[in-house]
């Protein structure tokens, strides 16, 4: 019988990192930290601008976002993949 391996220490040290990152995120975004949300406008901004200028690339990102991605298809994809799987 395989017997799973233990971590490497490189992982020791990046997971523990990569969650204090990501509390530190939700801790900025928490307290409304203004230069977060000031980029956050700024992006949100820009994107929208883009997004009204070039109608293919909104077109492709609808049809990503209502066919592709969306919740009934990716049960069907996860479902198939169980099946497979099994």
């Known amino acids: 019988m395989h017997c799973p391996s233990r971590p490497t220490h490189r992982y020791t040290i990046v997971t523990p990192a990569l969650a204090l990152c990501s509390a530190l995120l939700l801790t900025l ?28 690339v909104t077109h492709m990102c609808r ?5 592709v991605w969306d919740p009934l298809t990716l049960r069907l994809v996860c479902a198939a993949a169980m099946v497979w799987l099994v």
């Open 29 to 56: 975004v928490a307290v409304e930290w203004r230069p977060l949300v000031d980029l956050d406008g700024r992006i949100a901004t820009t994107t929208h601008r883009w997004a009204v200028e070039e109608h293919g």
């Open 63 to 67: 049809i990503l976002t209502d066919w």
